[in-house]
């Protein structure tokens, strides 16, 4: 974790971290961990790679190495993050399988 002298981070170096620095590692892992727990497909882990990633961005200035430890600060930003995003999969319609699609004669296709 690479910071300038007064207490902020360089933008560079908190890019590097974020991508593929200690934290970066992080996120993929509890990421992983989460997709797997809530049985997200990988586009969703994608997804949310990305929010988390602009999250710690924006929030890194609030970071206080006085509270806590900067992987405490990644893994509390990740998992508040997954929570908001899974409950924003869950009040999506579910998809309607395509053996359903084929079975509906009123859907105006035609097998001519």
């Avoid at 890019?15 to 996120?27: H, K, M, P, S, V």
């Avoid at 509390?76 to 395509?98: G, I, S």
Wanted: glycine share 8%; aromatic share 6%; proline share 4%.
């Amino acid at each position: 974790m690479d910071k300038a002298q007064d207490g902020k981070w360089d933008s560079d170096a908190l890019g590097d971290e974020l991508l593929g620095g200690f934290a970066g590692q992080l996120i993929r892992t509890n990421v992983r961990r989460i997709c797997r727990a809530l049985k997200l497909c990988r586009h969703d882990g994608e997804d949310l790679e990305q929010q988390i990633r602009l999250e710690l961005l924006t929030r890194a200035s609030r970071f206080n190495p006085e509270r806590g430890t900067w992987e405490a600060f990644v893994t509390t930003v990740t998992e508040n993050r997954a929570r908001t995003h899974y409950r924003r999969l869950r009040k999506l319609p579910k998809p309607m399988p395509f053996s359903d699609l084929a079975q509906d004669r009123d859907c105006g296709i035609r097998d001519d």
